[in-house]
């Protein structure tokens, strides 16, 4: 069966044969009989910047309301590429024929479009600017390969009637496509043009993305119409409840399978988005629904509109220059050990005689800016070094944490050859306990040990090199390792694991990394880094910490101002807090995980080499996260 639509939209006739199946929703309540409906809760609205701004980008959305919005931009293909070089015409009206295939099926679409008259190219649709070099599009067929497509935006297309100012060719900005994804979201979408970089003028800036914390889907917006007489403008638009939407309509199970991320409105208010005006800014709601020209996903007398709050991570993720502070997921549930203790005297060091001797000690070292650290205060720390078999070479690269008498905890990233990428065996760890000067193999109190096995963290993938779930256990042969003073593990993390609970504190970390000069320390170093808040981290640069920075999977600590932070050689580390009822009585129990961080080229011996770069944050695998991975893969640690 086909049936005949007026679209008013594009002013074009199409035919459209339906093959869909419908389900019928007369009756008081119809989107009751969508199965799914309700079932998928929106997102929370996103938090651009809790301090300043808040925005998606700095400025956007600001429109004096004269000429065309300066977001508007025009997705335009020229077949043949090579035409482009002598693309200089003043033909004034383009008229075209689209023949798209769907489904195998070919369905005649007719577009007959008459055009401002200051382009020459297929016109495909609008897009709004959301960065400098992203525009957000509703889905659209496109016939064309990616270098084919223009996208034109700036002054010419702000509707001054400028006619010097736009005559052909002037004051027109032409940007390549560089990218296009076109992302499905829930069997439908929208699309993400990367495009040449703009720069931002008067009229030409991104508008806002949504950020005001309402999910209501049954307010007024302004939806931007393209009008019978070819002028783009704004239209107050009436949105409807999904039961008033349906009310006198069959929809089909593709559309009821979607409900939850569809607005309505009549169909009288077409047009490409929906946008609101908010304190003097405007921002994007939504996307007209793609594939309307699909009955499978029409609905009669009705426009449906695509939430974009419903998937708006994934916006900002595909966004060149946009960046939103990552949510942060709900916690494990928390372990207790009862008492404080993880194992059996756990934490706790000998009484400080070295404080006057430290404070003279003026050696530099770690770690940057740290100072020496007495063995018998910090006793859980242990030195990991690879022998390796084939080439008999040692490599001294990462630290670790006691926190039995058989398990280390270290990072995963310790664990694999630097120059293969093979994970390590076992039998070519050798580990040190109890080491302060590394120089001094007569140290009293030293102890050389070997590892029986290791585990890595399941989701730990070396090869990704996003240092995501950087954590792994080297469990050690049973009775290799005596409990003294100089050798003694950390408590794991009891209770409480509430990130707020630490942010702001002070963490201990200890290490023979990287010192000031990028050599590595012979005298154990420690230094107390501050424990960042997540947002006052991410905000120190959006660009690193989006993709890095996982709320309850890691955390940032370090002094950037004054450059006191870990470096590399520290990882696998401890950083470890101090608790107790006082200061003779606290132990320390261990936190986080020294794990990876911003780096910086430095010249060495004449070669660049990349380095930690120390006033920047760098990242610890938050261990409340594991805790039960580590407990059940620890032969001797068990939760009361
Ligand atoms: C593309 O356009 C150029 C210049 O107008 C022309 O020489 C060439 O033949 C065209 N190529 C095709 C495949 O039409
Ligand atoms: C930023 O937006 C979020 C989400 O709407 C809101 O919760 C928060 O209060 C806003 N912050 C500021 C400083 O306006
Ligand atoms: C275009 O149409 C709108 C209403 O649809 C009207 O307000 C506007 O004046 C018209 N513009 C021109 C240039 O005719
Ligand atoms: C549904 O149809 C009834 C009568 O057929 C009409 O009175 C009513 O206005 C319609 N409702 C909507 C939302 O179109
Ligand atoms: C879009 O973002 C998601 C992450 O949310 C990512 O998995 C996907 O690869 C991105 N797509 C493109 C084309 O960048
Ligand atoms: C850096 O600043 C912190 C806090 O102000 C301080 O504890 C630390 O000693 C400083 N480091 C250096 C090298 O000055």
Same mark, same amino acid.
Do not use: I, T
């Given at each position: 069966m086909c049936k005949e639509l007026f679209v008013l939209l594009l002013m074009a006739i199409m035919t459209i044969c339906e093959g869909a199946t419908y389900v =019928?929703?007369?009756?008081?309540?119809?989107?009751?009989?969508?199965? =799914?409906?309700?079932k998928y809760k929106p997102t929370k609205a996103p938090v651009y910047s809790p301090t300043t701004e808040n925005l998606s980008f700095e400025k956007c959305g600001e429109w004096n309301g004269k000429g065309d919005m300066p977001w508007t931009v025009i997705i335009a293909a020229k077949p043949n590429s090579s035409a482009w070089s002598s693309y200089a015409v003043t033909q004034t009206v383009t008229e075209f024929l689209i023949l798209i295939s769907f489904f195998g099926s070919v369905t005649l679409i007719m577009l007959s479009l008459k055009f401002p008259r200051d382009l020459t190219d297929n016109k495909e649709t609008y897009g709004f600017l959301v960065s400098e070099q992203t525009v957000l599009a509703g889905f659209n067929p496109h016939h064309y390969e990616i270098e084919n497509y223009r996208i034109y935006a700036g002054p010419c297309y702000s509707g001054s009637k400028d006619e010097e100012l736009c005559k052909f060719g002037r004051g027109l900005l032409q940007k390549r496509a560089l990218s296009r994804s076109r992302i499905v979201f829930r069997k439908n979408g929208y699309e993400m043009w990367k495009i040449e970089k703009v720069t931002i003028t008067q009229h030409l800036k991104p508008i806002c993305l949504w950020n005001l914390n309402s999910y209501d889907r049954e307010s007024r917006f302004d939806s931007f119409v393209f009008t019978q007489n070819n002028t783009r403008s704004l239209k107050r638009t009436e949105l409807l409840s999904h039961q008033q939407c349906y009310l006198n309509n069959s929809i089909s199970s593709s559309v009821c399978d979607k409900l939850d991320s569809l607005m309505c409105s009549a !169909?009288?208010?077409?047009?490409f988005f929906l946008i609101t005006k908010v304190d003097n800014r405007y921002y994007l709601r939504a996307t007209r629904w793609g594939n309307f020209l699909l009955s499978e996903y029409r609905v009669e007398n009705r426009i449906l509109w695509f939430d974009i709050l419903q998937d708006i991570d994934r916006i900002v993720a595909n966004s060149t220059g946009l960046f939103l502070m990552p949510p942060t997921p709900k916690l494990e549930t928390e372990i207790d050990f009862g008492r404080g203790e993880s194992y059996a005297g756990c934490g706790e060091v000998a009484q400080d005689k070295t404080r006057g001797r430290e404070r003279r000690d003026t050696a530099v070292g770690f770690i940057h800016h740290g100072t020496n650290a007495p063995i018998e205060q910090n006793p859980w720390h242990a030195s990991l070094s690879i022998n390796f078999p084939t080439t008999d070479s040692l490599y001294d690269l990462c630290g670790g944490t006691l926190v039995s008498k058989r398990v280390i905890v270290t990072a995963a990233h310790c664990l694999y050859d630097p120059n293969t990428g093979d994970k390590i065996e076992a039998e070519w760890l050798e580990i040190t306990l109890g080491m302060y000067d590394a120089t001094d193999s007569e140290e009293i109190g030293r102890q050389t040990v070997q590892a029986a096995s290791i585990v890595i963290y399941d989701?730990?993938?070396? !090869?990704? =090199?996003? !240092?995501?779930?950087?954590l792994a256990l080297i469990i050690m042969k049973k009775d290799s390792i005596q409990i003294t003073e100089r050798v003694r593990p950390a408590c794991l993390w009891n209770s409480e694991y509430d990130f707020e609970n630490i942010a702001g504190k002070n963490g201990k970390v200890v290490g023979f990394g990287f010192t000031e000069q990028f050599t590595k320390s012979s005298i154990l170093q420690k230094a107390y880094l501050r424990i960042a808040p997540h947002e006052e981290c991410f905000y120190t640069n959006k660009k690193f910490y989006s993709r890095n920075l996982r709320p309850t999977q890691n955390f940032c600590a370090g002094f950037p101002h004054n450059g006191t932070n870990a470096c590399n050689g520290d990882s696998g580390g401890g950083l470890l807090i101090a608790n107790g009822p006082s200061a003779r009585k606290k132990r320390f129990y261990l936190r986080g995980v020294i794990s990876f961080g911003p780096s910086q080229k430095k010249e060495k011996n004449n070669a660049e080499i990349r380095v930690c770069n120390p006033s920047k944050y760098a990242l610890f695998l938050d261990i409340t996260s594991y805790m039960q991975w580590i407990v059940d893969n620890s032969p001797d640690i068990a939760p009361i």
């Open positions: =019928n929703l007369e009756g008081p309540n119809p989107v009751r009989e969508c199965k =799914n409906y309700g !169909f009288e208010y077409s047009g989701g730990y993938d070396y !090869f990704r =090199n996003d !240092f995501q779930h950087d």
